[in-house]
């Protein structure tokens, strides 16, 4: 069983899931899945498609919003921005250990509008650093404080 992180009430970060998982995080109250992961990262991996069709056998929505070597660009912080705000309940997301999940999810906050220190103090609380991206963070809630 996958230790699901529970970053604020809306949002949990994951490493891998599995089907076992999804009964779980739907137990939990989850209403929706995002992959972080790109298909084939890893040969053991289950596929995109596999996880999307267990989640919904289990009545969750899901997305996939892969997260590559490449980073994370302004598309998938608007993606995750959504996923999170069209849910009806918590998200759950997850990649190879959480972190790619975690720092698209502070990216998004960032966007809605939360304080940079609050978003950087949820992830330490469950065990995530997202000092890499902190200017990239500031950035965008500044960018939101403008609007």
Request: proline share 6%.
């Given at each position: 069983?996958?230790?699901?992180?529970k970053?604020?009430?809306?949002?949990?970060?994951?490493?891998?899931?599995?089907?076992?998982?999804?009964?779980?995080?739907?137990k939990?109250g989850?209403?929706?899945?995002?992959?972080?992961?790109?298909?084939g990262?890893?040969?053991?991996?289950?596929?995109?498609?596999?996880?999307?069709?267990?989640?919904?056998?289990?009545?969750?929505?899901?997305?996939?919003?892969?997260?590559?070597?490449?980073?994370?660009?302004?598309?998938q912080?608007?993606?995750?921005?959504?996923?999170?705000?069209?849910?009806?309940g918590?998200?759950?997301?997850?990649?190879?250990?959480?972190?790619?999940?975690?720092?698209?999810?502070?990216?998004?906050a960032a966007?809605?509008?939360?304080?940079?220190?609050?978003?950087?103090?949820?992830?330490?609380?469950?065990?995530?650093?997202?000092?890499?991206i902190?200017?990239?963070?500031?950035?965008?809630?500044?960018?939101?404080?403008?609007?």
């Open positions: 069983m996958t230790q699901f992180r970053i604020d009430d809306r949002f949990y970060a994951s490493p891998q899931i599995s089907a076992d998982d999804i009964a779980a995080a739907a939990l989850i209403t929706a899945i995002v992959n972080n992961r790109p298909d990262e890893d040969a053991d991996q289950p596929e995109g498609d596999t996880i999307a069709a267990q989640a919904r056998a289990a009545g969750l929505s899901y997305v996939a919003i892969p997260v590559t070597h490449a980073g994370i660009g302004q598309g912080v608007d993606a995750m921005l959504a996923a999170v705000q069209d849910a009806n918590p998200v759950l997301a997850y990649c190879r250990s959480g972190t790619r999940s975690t720092m698209l999810w502070a990216l998004a966007k809605r509008g939360d304080p940079p220190a609050v978003i950087a103090s949820k992830a330490a609380q469950a065990g995530y650093d997202v000092s890499p902190r200017q990239m963070i500031d950035m965008l809630s500044a960018g939101r404080a403008e609007s």
